[in-house]
């Protein structure tokens, strides 16, 4: 399940109405402390997407190093992202050349805040599960905070250039009206976000024990299942980061 960053070209409109009227609120990203982030980060292509063709693409939790963030502050628990849908940060076209705007450019960053989103819609629609329950403190304004708490700390990490326009829009267009409505999904968003079982198969056909997690949630049998299948999988590796490997 995606959540934007900036939503299609009616979200980057009105991303410049609230720079005009002042009318979003702002994260003053220089007082935001790095934190930690640790794992590997895995993104598979499992098909072409929608009418666009740019593919549809899941993160997939390495069972063996899973991808966390660890805020500065010391009583926080690190926030580990499921298998879920993701199309990085949503970026439109129209501003993707310009550096910083690179849909992908701050992934790891992406990938928290979209399981944050996740986590909170399913909470929303009566879900229980432990993994989601550890975000539900998490507001709708935190939530942009710890996104620009990881991106603050790609950049102090070296791991990417620092850019205070990217940052700044970015920040900003995720406590944008367009991402409170995201926020505020009406109840189903849920199951309706969760990947489909046939992409689970081929997710953990590629790479066994990451779905082990999410089956559970919903009561899928997928290893089951991949059992029977006798071809190498589908799905494709497109990303893999070890964070552990950093300097």
Known sequence: MTHSIIKGLSATLSLLG???????????????????????LIVMWVGEGGKAGDGKFVFVPDPHNRLSFTRAESSAAPIIPG?????????????????????????????????IFTAHHCISDGKQDPAYLAMAKIDFHESGVILGEAIQTLMAKKLVEEND???????????????RNLWDAEGGACDAGAVKPEHLREIELAVPGSTTDEARRRHIDVEASVRTIRRPSNAVVVGRVSFDRQP
């Open 18 to 40: 609230c720079f005009v009227a002042a009318g979003c609120q702002t994260i003053d990203f220089d007082k935001l402390p790095s934190g930690k982030f640790s794992g590997t």
């Open 83 to 115: 298998v879920m849908y993701t199309d990085g940060g949503s970026v439109p076209k129209v501003v993707q050349p310009f550096r910083g705007f690179n849909p992908w450019g701050y992934a790891p960053a992406y990938m928290i805040h979209d399981w």
């Open 165 to 179: 326009i990217s940052k700044f829009a970015i920040t900003t267009a995720v406590l944008s009206p367009v991402a």
